[in-house]
T-cell receptor, first 112, second 115 residues
Framework: GNSVTQMEGPVTLSEEAFLTINCTYTATGYPSLFWYVQYPGEGLQLLLK???ADDKGSNKGFEATYRKETTSFHLEKGSVQVSDSAVYFC???????????WGAGTKLIIKP | GAGVSQSPRYKVAKRGQDVALRCDPI?????LFWYQQALGQGPEFLTYFQNEAQLDKSGLPSDRFFAERPEGSVSTLKIQRTQQEDSAVYLC?????????????FGSGTRLTVV
């Protein structure tokens, strides 16, 4: 079946460090890929998405590129801030289905 | 409203008690989804409504779980005879169009603890 695998957390970085959170997927077909962020005490928010191979999603300094050859959608940011501390979820959705299939989430901790 | 509202934010239930969790989606949103998120895990799909029709309930873990959306707006997820394994955050999401193709807006969730 379809699935998403994320790197385990927590990931702890210093402010202004470079961030990568790995995400790989397994899918029969060509899914749309998403990164959601969950700040403490808040609901899941869409951070960025990509709907086809080689698309790059970007938002708030975060980027992720849909790589069909490696079935990956790694999240990157060049210089993180304390305010980026949150849990990040990678997810996929098949065009033929409305369900989102989620990774387990990666907790990011940024220290000043 | 401006966002998806869920209530209560926190619920503690004694094992065997029935609970009802409410979701107020964004006004006019056709699609409504319920997800269950266990501690340290990603959300798992429970059920999907398009307007008042429950089109998919394949994710409901047992017949103790029941969801409704009688007028196509507010939805209630009911859990009967709660068990400890029901402890989780229950998330509601709504979407403007059918099937979630227009993107989802999530509520903050209801954290259910069964003791």
């Amino acid at each position: 079946g379809n699935s998403v695998t994320q790197m385990e957390g927590p990931v702890t970085l210093s402010e202004e460090a470079f961030l990568t959170i790995n995400c790989t997927y397994t899918a029969t077909g060509y899914p749309s890929l998403f990164w959601y962020v969950q700040y403490p005490g808040e609901g899941l928010q869409l951070l960025l998405k990509a709907t086809k191979a080689d698309d790059k999603g970007s938002n708030k300094g975060f980027e992720a590129t849909y790589r069909k050859e490696t079935t990956s959608f790694h999240l990157e940011k060049g210089s993180v801030q304390v305010s980026d501390s949150a849990v990040y979820f990678c997810a996929l959705r098949m065009d033929s289905n409305y369900q989102l299939i989620w990774g387990a989430g990666t907790k990011l901790i940024i220290k000043p | 409203g401006a966002g998806v509202s869920q209530s209560p934010r926190y619920k503690v239930a004694k094992r065997g008690q029935d609970v009802a969790l409410r979701c107020d989606p964004i006004s006019g949103h056709v699609s409504l989804f319920w997800y269950q998120q266990a501690l340290g895990q990603g959300p798992e799909f429970l059920t999907y409504f398009q307007n008042e029709a429950q089109l998919d309930k394949s994710g409901l873990p047992s017949d103790r779980f029941f969801a409704e959306r009688p007028e196509g707006s507010v939805s209630t997820l009911k859990i009967q005879r709660t068990q400890q394994e029901d402890s989780a955050v229950y998330l509601c999401a709504s979407s403007l169009g059918g099937g979630g193709a227009h993107g989802y807006t999530f509520g903050s969730g209801t954290r259910l603890t069964v003791v």
